[in-house]
């Protein structure tokens, strides 16, 4: 995967009214979740930003909320590259993906981002974007190769997820589809449904015509 730098301002103001003030500021309120469990009641000190979301059995997460300005995550958003993050909040530096975004639903604008923190150890999911390679046989035939599916869901350790998933498609031959089930890739396990549909080579007029001429 690539790697984008994003710097954050911790945020200790919260709610719908913050929130609002600080989207007309061009800044867009953004929190970190993930990193290591701690005990509850939590007796360390927290950073700027940070706080202790407890989720049960004596055990809690630090949950870290930020601003990131509009400007500085356009480049990660607007793109189909997939991207670990290199994040900087305060005197916080942590590996992190983007996991969640929410727009207005009339404007477009970004209302609120959420990362997740990550490590080279513990595997996540991500959805890779697909790449078909070669020239399918059903082509050649006359048949139209149709993308269903632009990514697949893996997981894998962030360090092992590539920044596409390359498909061959030279045997693919007239009326064949690839499956998710058909697929495997070195270190990746694929989460997406094993009868998704990826790629398929559909019949055309012409190549039907073709076929009945070829038979006749």
Known sequence: ???????????????????????????IPAV???GELVDYPYAGQLQEGEKVVAIGGGKAL???DFKVSSDSVRKLVYTSDIFAVELKIGKKDVMAVLKDIQFHPVTGNILHMDFLEISKEKPIVMAVPVKLVGHAEGVKAGGKLVLKMRRIKVKAKYTDIPELLNINVDSLGLGKSISVGSLSFEN??????????????????????????ANS
């Open 1 to 27: 995967m690539k790697t984008f730098q994003l710097e954050g301002t911790p945020r200790t103001g919260l709610g719908k009214k913050e929130a609002k003030s600080l989207r007309k500021e061009n800044m």
């Open 188 to 213: 990746l396990e694929l989460i997406s449904p094993k009868d998704a549909l990826v790629c398929s080579v559909l019949m055309t007029r012409g190549a039907i015509a073709a076929a009945a001429a």
């Open 32 to 34: 970190l979740n993930g």
């Open 62 to 64: 630090i949950v870290t």
